[in-house]
């Protein structure tokens, strides 16, 4: 069955010395405020689009991860996944750069490897995202 969520953004003014605020409807956690200088300086207290796509993808990525880990045998019973998305003003997106730590019982380092980059390739949001490189900066396994 597919699912659909929903935000709201509210913005007053022109870009530069205009402010917003963005509403996470579906959940109902809350608003938070959006600006240029929080996108392209400083956060100062509030988001950009840029922190909400990485907030996505590490769970995303995590979920996928998981998921993948449990069908092979070797569920894990932790997972920490940073997801730092650079944004250029006049380009863009410009990467996606994600990091993992896990504590993975019975795993090879090879097959978590394997796993870490099968998740990266095959989560919703990386799919969603094919136009921007996305790379596995570094895969941890802790004992």
Sequence with gaps: MATTRTATTNWNGPLIGGAGKVELESSGLGSYDVTWPSRAE??????????????????CYS???????????????????????????????TGIVLKVKARIPGISEEDFRQAAEMAKENCPVSKALKAVPISLESAELLS
């Design 63 to 93: 979920m996928a991860f998981s998921a993948g880990l449990a069908k092979a045998g070797t569920p894990p019973e932790s997972l920490e996944v940073q997801a730092a998305v650079t944004f250029q003003p006049g380009e863009g997106i």
């Design 42 to 59: 400083e956060p100062d207290g509030r988001t950009s689009p840029e922190e909400l796509i990485a907030a996505a993808h590490s769970s």
